[in-house]
């Protein structure tokens, strides 16, 4: 297998041999040829005791920045459990960078699972992402199950508060990073 040479007669014939290269590496970009595994503001646990030990709210949403970097296709998200699982139920979402719902778990929520694992939440629909800056958030309908928040980071974190739980609206992204309120999450 040897280096094949282009044969280039003039200037607009290398402009368009270029742009002939450009189209066949863009049709090749198709979501869900790269890993889909991506955590939230790039915090990976190195434990299943990392970050802060975090009680559910009903009416708040723990939201977290993701950076995608190519076309990635989301199935869903999953996130840390904390200390306590199993009695209260759990929604995935993902927003835009400003803020709008873009896909989400079912709304009646999925039973939060063992202590001290990763509990994956299927979105409703899959969703073709594309390079950009995203929110997730974790929502959940009681008090009694915990999840696992950043305890420290660098990127947008924080807690939306005045929600209820299985009713998703568009929010305000947080701008700054609030320890302990971003959760422990990563796409697949």
Excluded: C
Aim: charged letters at 10%; glycine letters at 12%.
């Amino acid at each position: 297998m040897g280096v094949q040479k282009l044969a280039v007669t003039s200037g607009e014939d290398w402009i368009a041999r270029l742009q002939n290269v450009e189209n066949d590496l863009q049709a090749s970009e198709v979501t869900s040829l790269r890993g889909t595994h991506i955590y939230a503001g790039e915090f990976v646990p190195q434990t299943t005791t990392t970050g802060t030990d975090t009680a559910g709210v009903a009416t708040q949403i723990w939201v977290g920045e993701l950076r995608i970097g190519s076309n990635t296709l989301l199935t869903g998200l999953s996130y840390l459990i904390g200390s306590v699982g199993g009695t209260d139920k759990a929604i995935a979402i993902l927003y835009d960078s400003a803020g709008n719902v873009l896909a989400n778990s079912a709304l009646a929520g999925t039973t939060v699972g063992t202590t001290a694992t990763m509990q994956r939440l299927p979105f409703v629909t899959a969703y073709a992402a594309g390079p950009g800056l995203y929110y997730v958030g974790i929502s959940t309908n009681g008090t009694t199950a915990k999840l696992r928040t950043q305890a420290f980071g660098d990127t947008n974190a924080g807690v939306i508060t005045g929600q209820t739980f299985g009713t998703l609206a568009a929010i305000t992204p947080p701008s700054t990073f609030t320890a302990s309120q971003a959760p422990v999450v990563m796409t697949y």
